[in-house]
């Protein structure tokens, strides 16, 4: 590997250590008003369109099961979100949110539409489309070369 490869890679690192902190902080800022956790917010989330088992949530999330499963067993604890059964495997039981998890994430909707919008406003609409294809495209090359063991 040549040292630019390296410094890329550095950069690269560094960066999106920096923009998880930054979204991690304006995450919970966005949640708490539906008195939701930025981690709660992020498994409802990953099960609003359909219902998932807790390791088809870490899949996606790019987390481990443990982390999702004490994260669903705490929102199915306050009734925002249900275990239903599922019918392609009897012990994995998909996680699916309660109408009032849903309520909690339409809260969220009015805060995260202004800040989308102050983000492309600051950006540029191509620009942070740009953004967008960029980091999913970076996250497809990071499955690729690397397979945590």
Known sequence: MSRTEQDRLSRTALGVFR???????????????????????QVLGAVL???????????????????VQRIADLLVGK?????????????????RPTAEGRAAMSR?????????????QE???EAFAETVRVLER?????????SPS
């Open 138 to 146: 970076l996250a497809q090359a990071m499955d690729a070369v690397h």
């Open 19 to 41: 923009l998880n902190g930054q979204f991690l902080s304006l995450s919970e800022e966005l949640a708490r008003p539906a008195g939701l956790t930025a981690a709660w917010w």
């Open 79 to 95: 009734g925002l979100a249900e275990y239903a059964p599922n019918p392609a495997h009897r012990r994995a039981k998909l996680l």
């Open 123 to 125: 950006l540029g609409p």
């Open 49 to 67: 369109a359909e219902p998932l088992p807790v390791s088809g949530i870490a899949r996606v999330m790019g987390i481990t099961r443990q982390a």
């Open 108 to 120: 969220i909707g009015p805060g995260h539409a202004e800040f989308a919008a102050r983000l492309n």
